[in-house]
């Protein structure tokens, strides 16, 4: 009787063993499917829609803007709650793929590689960020654009917002702006710079319930201090106009010279009705003394002038061996002059201001602009358009 007990228990046992290392495979069966699995859902979630790479091999034929569109509503299929529509406006809808497939294609035909890249990532970076838009108003020539759109940059990054940067305006023509969209956005609001040069700290308080366009000049290094490094390399040249600019620039840098760009801002600056505002040109002593500066600070100086009326310099400006004048017709083409030099003396306006900052060496400024006691001069704030280490000379 215990014999047969014993044999019973050992085939009990047994069983009961086999059954749990079944369940005990089957539960690390399911485990490490599950565990791949949301793995590679949070690899997905967390990967760019397209890498550059991928990019590389897309143009904007028929057959490869399917793949594209393929690519992003495969990628995160149950997060297309973006909000593009076909004309470009924005609405909170969720979309299904061949829905979503039907908005996104007119976005992407026209686009070149880069800014496809540029598009879908920024679509896909988060649901804040890609859901919530800041754009701004052109409004002025070049000095003022830049002035501009890195005001909108720098916000745009503070508030974790996608920026959307008109296709109009100058800033266009001469540099290659890797995020330019033409959207119209819903549930926006104005904000309104308070005065020119002048530091609007109330753009520091925008409010994530609404999409917001800047207006304004927004004329002060304060909008951008933060995010230097950005603006700088968002603001690259066109090699057409690059590559003209650096060969004159390089053939001045014989014998390790100094250059030192000089912009001299006339032709609407000398209008009755600006002059009445505070406008003013700078005078030939200024420009003389402010050449002595770097003459007695470096050796081995070469001036280079660029200027909108570029006679009445060469008229002027003269008796010195070591000053020569860009003859580049192009505003483009004499910024980027001036952004390679070494150091800049500028007289008056938004144009020299940036070659001058662009440059990023010594700058001396023309303390006369604005006039003194003027209109402009008394709505502006001075710390706030001039940087503080730039040297002032009257």
């Not at 960020?129 to 503070?158: M, Y």
Request: with cysteine; charged share 20%; proline share 3%.
């Amino acid at each position: 009787m215990d014999d047969i007990y014993k044999k019973h228990s050992l085939h009990l046992t047994d069983c009961l063993n086999s059954i749990t290392i079944q369940k005990r495979l089957s539960l690390f069966f399911v485990i490490a499917v599950f565990g791949t699995v949301l793995l590679y859902t949070l690899r997905i979630n967390r990967m760019p829609v397209m890498s550059s790479d991928m990019t590389m091999h897309l143009t904007n034929s028929s057959t490869q803007t399917k793949q594209t569109i393929e690519i992003v509503t495969s990628r995160r299929p149950n997060q297309l709650s973006k909000y593009i529509t076909t004309s470009g406006e924005i609405a909170h809808t969720k979309h299904s793929v061949t829905q979503w497939s039907q908005h996104i294609t007119p976005l992407i035909q026209n686009r070149s590689i880069h800014e496809l890249d540029v598009f879908i990532n920024n679509l896909f970076k988060d649901d804040f960020h890609a859901s919530h838009f800041i754009t701004i108003s052109f409004n002025g020539r070049l000095g003022n654009n830049i002035f501009q759109l890195a005001a909108l940059l720098s916000c745009a990054k503070r508030i974790n917002y996608t920026a959307i940067v008109p296709s109009n305006g100058w800033i266009h023509s001469y540099f290659l702006l890797n995020i330019t969209y033409d959207i119209n956005m819903t549930n926006v609001k104005t904000f309104n710079e308070e005065k020119f040069g002048k530091y609007d700290k109330d753009i520091e308080d925008l409010d994530s319930s609404s999409n917001w366009t800047l207006s304004g000049y927004y004329q002060s290094w304060k909008y951008f201090l933060m995010e230097e490094d950005l603006i700088r390399r968002s603001l690259k040249f066109k090699p057409i106009i690059y590559e003209p600019a650096r060969q004159f620039v390089d053939n001045l840098r014989l014998n390790n010279k100094t250059i030192v760009g000089i912009h001299v801002r006339r032709g609407d600056m000398r209008e009755l009705k600006h002059k009445m505002d505070g406008y003013a040109t700078a005078p030939l002593r200024y420009i003389y003394k402010s050449m002595k500066y770097f003459r007695d600070r470096y050796k081995n100086t070469s001036f280079v002038i660029c200027s909108d009326e570029i006679y009445w310099c060469k008229t002027n400006i003269r008796g010195y061996n070591d000053t020569v004048f860009s003859n580049f017709e192009n505003p483009g083409s004499a910024l980027a002059v001036l952004s390679l030099c070494d150091h800049v003396i500028i007289t008056s306006g938004t144009f020299g201001w940036w070659g001058a900052w662009l440059a990023g060496g010594d700058v001396v400024y023309f303390k006369g602009y604005p006039r003194p006691g003027s209109k402009i001069d008394k709505g502006m704030c001075r710390e706030d358009y001039y940087p503080p280490h730039w040297i002032g000379i009257d």
